[in-house]
RNA sequence: GGAGAGAUGGCCGAGUAGGUCGAAGGCGCUCGCCUGCUAAGCGAGUAUACUGGGAAACCGGUAUCGAGGGUUCGAAUCCCUCUCUCUCCGCCA
C-alpha cells in the first residue's frame, strides 16, 4: 500500500511512475474518495464532540427530568452522526479498495521498460557446459533415472504434480536441508516453519490479496488459502507489531512447500517440472530499517547466489525492468539458472525490496529508539532458492553420457554420500 | 466432536445494578534528583491511528478495553454474531 499522505500531495508524480509498469493504474478515484473522506470525517468528528460535551453535563443532572431536552437534541444528533457515518464507511471501503489494489512505486533505480525484453542483465556466473552428447531434457533424465514419476504424479493428483521417487526424493530433501543449513550456518538467518495455509489478513499483508485471489488455493468452506510462497507466512510474522530497533535488521529462513495454480500460463512450461502446482522452496525474508534496504536487498541476493556457486550451477542476474516487477515490489532481482536443454537460462530465485509497502499493508514498524514514533520498516525476500527447480538444473547440467547424473560435492554429504545418481 | 471459562495499555492486573475510564494499582522503560560502587529511595514522564490548526515545537478533535453489529443522551461495562485462548471429556499423529 502506498503512503496516503504521499498520493495526495504528489498524484501525479505517483502516476507518471506507475505508469512505467505493464499495467493500466487509474487513481482518478483517489482523490474524490480521499477529500470526501475528509470532509464527512470533520462534520461527523465535530457531532461527536458535541455529543460527548453534552452527555458529560446530562451525566452531571441528578434529575433526568430536567435533561429532557438535551437527551432529545442529542437523539438527532446521533441520528445524524450515525447516517454520516454510514457514508463514511462507503468512501473508506471505496478508498480502500484503492489503496490496496495500487501496485507499489518502482523505485528511482529500476529499470524502465516496456516488457520482460527490457530486463537488464547484471552479471554472470559459471562456465556453461559443454557436452559432447546431445543433453537431455530434465524430465528424459528423471524418467530414465526413474526418480521423477510424472504419470503417477497426475494419477494422484492431476495435472502439474509430480511424484518424487529414491533418489529424486532424496535430492529434494538434501537440497531442503543444504539450503537452510548454509543461511542458518553461514548468512545468519533464523530458521521457521510457518503454518502452510494462512487467513486473508495474511495474503492481503503481502499483497497477494485482494487482487490475485485467482492464483491462490483456497479451501472448502474456511477462508484460509494455501500459501504460494513462504513470503507470506514469515513477512506475516510480525504484521501488526512495533519492533525494537535493535533487533533489526531480521533475518529469517523458511522451508515450505508452495501452492501456486498457475492461471494464465497454459501452455508454458507443460511438460517437465518446471512449472508444478506445488513445488518445495528455501525462502529468505528481511526487515530492515528502510535505510537500510537497498544494502541488505544486495546482501540477500549473494546470500541467493551462493547456493548456486556452491552447487557449481552457472548463473546469472538480472534485474527486472518497470513492465516486469511484482505487484508488491519496488526492485527485484531474479537469479536465473542455466538449462543445457533449453539452451538458455530460467529464473530459479527472485529477490525483491517492497520498501514499505507490504509493511504498510500489514503495519509492521519498528521504533528507532524510546521516544521516536513507529515507523515502517522495509520488507524484502528472495528464493533461496526454488527446490524443484535446483533439482532441474543439477539434472541437466551434470548429466554424463551413460545417463548419470554427478551429484556435485557440497551435495554429497547430504546424500549419504553419493557421488552420482543412477 | 461435547461441556465450561476467558480475551483490558510493553507486561501483570483492577474495573460489570452504564455516566469526568484512555482506563486504578504494580512491573518494566525514559529523563532528572539522591546515594562516592551496587541495591534501595524520591520526582516527572511513558499507547496507537485518523483528523483540524501551525514553518516547527506543539495545540485541539475523534476513535480504539479480541473483532463486527445493536440498545442508549451516554457502553470496557447491557444484547447479538464472529474469532482466538485456556480447562475437562471424547478422538487422534
Redesign the pocket.
Known amino acids: 500500500m502506498l503512503d496516503?499522505?504521499y498520493l495526495r500531495e504528489n498524484l501525479e508524480e505517483a502516476e507518471t511512475r506507475l505508469s512505467t509498469r505493464n499495467e493500466a493504474v487509474n487513481l482518478s478515484g483517489f482523490k474524490q474518495c480521499d477529500t470526501r473522506r475528509?470532509e464527512i470525517?470533520?462534520e461527523?468528528?465535530?457531532l461527536?464532540?458535541l455529543?460527548?460535551?453534552?452527555?458529560?453535563e446530562?451525566?452531571r443532572i441528578k434529575d433526568?427530568s430536567q435533561?429532557q431536552d438535551?437527551?432529545a437534541e442529542?437523539?438527532e444528533?446521533?441520528q445524524r452522526i450515525?447516517a454520516l457515518d454510514d457514508v463514511l464507511?462507503d468512501v473508506e471501503d471505496e478508498l480502500q479498495s484503492i489503496m490496496l489494489t495500487t501496485p507499489n512505486i518502482p523505485h528511482a533505480t529500476t529499470p524502465v521498460g516496456r516488457s520482460e525484453a527490457d530486463n537488464v542483465e547484471i552479471r554472470k556466473w559459471g562456465e556453461i557446459p559443454a557436452y559432447s552428447f546431445e543433453p537431455k531434457p530434465h524430465w528424459e533424465i528423471g524418467e530414465n533415472l526413474d526418480i521423477l514419476d510424472f504419470e503417477r504424479g497426475a494419477k494422484l493428483t492431476g495435472a502439474r504434480f509430480t511424484l518424487c521417487k529414491g533418489a529424486g526424493a532424496r535430492l529434494e530433501r538434501a537440497l531442503i536441508n543444504f539450503m537452510l543449513d548454509l543461511h542458518t550456518g553461514q548468512h545468519n538467518y533464523l530458521e521457521m516453519l510457518p503454518p502452510f495455509m494462512v487467513n486473508r489478513e495474511s495474503m492481503t499483508g503481502t499483497g497477494q490479496l485482494p487482487k490475485f485471489e485467482e492464483d491462490l488455493f483456497g479451501l472448502n468452506g474456511l477462508d484460509y488459502f494455501l500459501i504460494p510462497t513462504a513470503e507470506v507466512p514469515v513477512t506475516n510474522i510480525h504484521r501488526g507489531e512495533?519492533l525494537k530497533s535493535s533487533e533489526l535488521p531480521l533475518r529469517y529462513t523458511a522451508y515450505t512447500p508452495c501452492f501456486r495454480k498457475e492461471a494464465g500460463s497454459y501452455g508454458k512450461d507443460t511438460r517437465g517440472y518446471i512449472r508444478q502446482h506445488q513445488f518445495n522452496k528455501v525462502e529468505l525474508v528481511k526487515f530492515t530499517r528502510p535505510e537500510e534496504s537497498y544494502r541488505e536487498l544486495e546482501l540477500l541476493l549473494n546470500d541467493a547466489e551462493k547456493v548456486l556457486q556452491l552447487l557449481e550451477l552457472p548463473y546469472r542476474v538480472i534485474e527486472l525492468c518497470t513492465a516486469d516487477l511484482g505487484f508488491s515490489a519496488a526492485k527485484t532481482y531474479d537469479i536465473e539458472v542455466w538449462l543445457p536443454s533449453q539452451n538458455t537460462y530460467r529464473e530459479i530465485s527472485s529477490c525483491s525490496n517492497f520498501e514499505d509497502f507490504q509493511a504498510r499493508r500489514a503495519a509492521i514498524?519498528f521504533?528507532e529508539n524510546?521516544?521516536a514514533?513507529?515507523e515502517f520498516v522495509h520488507t524484502l525476500n528472495g528464493s533461496g532458492l526454488a527446490v524443484g527447480r535446483t533439482v532441474v538444473a543439477i539434472l541437466e547440467n551434470f548429466q554424463q553420457a551413460d545417463g548419470t547424473v554427478r551429484i556435485p560435492a557440497a551435495l554429497r554429504p547430504y546424500m549419504g554420500g553419493m557421488e552420482k545418481i543412477g
Open positions: 496516503v499522505k475528509r470525517l470533520q461527523s468528528e465535530t461527536k464532540a455529543r460527548n460535551k453534552v452527555s458529560a446530562i451525566s433526568k435533561a438535551q437527551m442529542m437523539r444528533v446521533s450515525k464507511r512495533i514498524r521504533r524510546d521516544k514514533k513507529p
